[in-house]
């Protein structure tokens, strides 16, 4: 069953992962949307993180978990992005996802049914 989250990008500057050739390059809120709709339906950024570990066989195959159908779409609000990303993969993934491409950068606003 897929999930309503609602995250904010407060400074979309600073909006980025600890590991640049893995973090957002966007530049607005639909550009953010595209990178994070990408980074969800495919296994692509968590294949190239993956390989980036000491041991990319010991890496906990659900997180490159995807979903072909999971949408993004995103807003300018002032200063600030709000993304409303409609998936059914865990929370987990979501989250592993946005720190790759956000670092510490986003703030989970609420979670409601799809």
Same mark, same amino acid.
Do not use: K
């Given at each position: ?17 600890? @590991?640049?050739?893995? %973090?957002?390059? %966007?530049?607005?809120? #639909?550009?953010?949307? #595209? +990178? ?6 495919? @296994?692509?950024?968590? +294949?190239? /993180?993956?390989?980036?570990? #000491? &041991?990319?066989? +010991?890496? @906990?195959?659900?997180? $490159?978990?995807? &979903?072909? $159908?999971?949408?993004?779409? $995103?807003?300018? &609000? #002032? ?12 929370? %987990? ?9 956000? $670092?510490?950068? /986003?703030?989970?606003? &609420?979670?409601?049914?799809?």
């Amino acid at each position: 069953m897929p999930t309503r989250y609602y995250i904010r990008l407060q400074d979309p500057e600073t909006a980025r992962g600890p @590991d640049s050739s893995l %973090a957002f390059r %966007a530049h607005g809120a #639909d550009a953010f949307a #595209d +990178e994070l709709q990408q980074a969800l339906r495919s @296994d692509g950024l968590f +294949e190239r /993180w993956r390989a980036l570990q #000491d &041991d990319p066989d +010991e890496v @906990d195959p659900a997180l $490159g978990a995807t &979903d072909p $159908g999971a949408t993004v779409s $995103g807003a300018q &609000d #002032d200063l600030h992005i709000d993304l409303v990303v409609v998936t059914a993969l865990p929370s %987990a993934v979501l989250r592993q996802r946005l720190h790759l491409l956000a $670092g510490n950068g /986003w703030q989970l606003r &609420d979670v409601t049914a799809a």
